[in-house]
């Protein structure tokens, strides 16, 4: 049973960069057809697609955030990433990893929360 | 962008009622849609994909329809259980997508 798993700070302050993992167990990171992304979730609020990335490191960002974001991938550790810079209030949220097929979001990790707050 | 919408926001139903929540899209998605419900402090589980294709597991009183720009979720008997906030997403431009803001269900 695939299982995604999100780590990092759960603090982080106001223009500093938010960066988390997600460790990926029970299959390969370097699937095809599997794409790899974040999501996140202001508190109360709906999702919002951060961006995905394919094991070869092909990339896709959400358009509103792409001057920010960088997801990057570690074959080696079955693990890939999501470093959002000069983070403000309003990026606090959860934020999830999540494994899309062909489209659709077949698996998700539990999610943790990140605050940005001084 | 292709933006999504939902209504109603909320969706009052009776446990036993049927509940129909509506998705629209701003431009054709062919079928390429999904719905997901979320429980408070869970993550999205999938429930439909390819706008009527029920994910491994889903219990058959969950339905989806539509094609082009307009997608309906019904959950013919609700139950106890299926009170949650339900998400529709297009994949239209994967690995591109956007969600719909969500309905929530809950108890009249």
């Known amino acids: 049973q695939l299982q995604l798993q999100e780590s990092g700070p759960g603090l982080v302050k106001p223009s500093e960069t938010l960066s988390l993992t997600c460790t990926v167990s029970g299959g390969s990171i370097s699937s095809s057809s599997y794409y790899w992304g974040w999501i996140r979730q202001p508190p109360g609020k709906g999702l919002e697609w951060i961006g995905s990335?394919?094991?070869?490191?092909?990339?896709y960002y959400n358009a509103s955030l792409e001057s920010r974001v960088t997801i990057s991938v570690d074959t080696s550790k079955n693990q890939f990433s999501l470093r959002l810079s000069s983070v403000t209030a309003a990026d606090t949220a959860v934020y999830y990893c999540?494994?899309?097929?062909?489209?659709?979001?077949?698996?998700w990790g539990q999610g943790t929360l990140v605050t940005v707050s001084s | 962008e292709i933006v999504m919408t939902q209504s109603p926001a909320t969706l009052s139903v009776s446990p036993g009622e049927r509940a129909t929540l509506s998705c629209r899209a701003s431009q054709s998605i062919s079928n390429q849609l999904a719905w997901y419900q979320q429980k408070p402090g869970q993550a999205p589980r999938l429930l439909i994909y390819g706008a009527s294709t029920r994910a491994t597991g889903i219990p058959a009183r969950f339905t989806g329809s539509g094609s082009e720009t307009e997608f309906t979720l019904t959950i013919s008997s609700l139950q106890s259980e299926d009170f949650a906030v339900y998400f529709c997403?297009?994949?239209?431009?994967?690995?591109?997508?956007?969600f719909g803001p969500g309905t929530k269900v809950d108890i009249k």
């Open positions: 997403q297009q994949y239209n431009n994967w690995p591109l997508f956007t």
């Open positions: 999540a494994l899309t097929i062909f489209g659709r979001i077949d698996y």
């Open positions: 990335i394919y094991y070869t490191g092909y990339t």
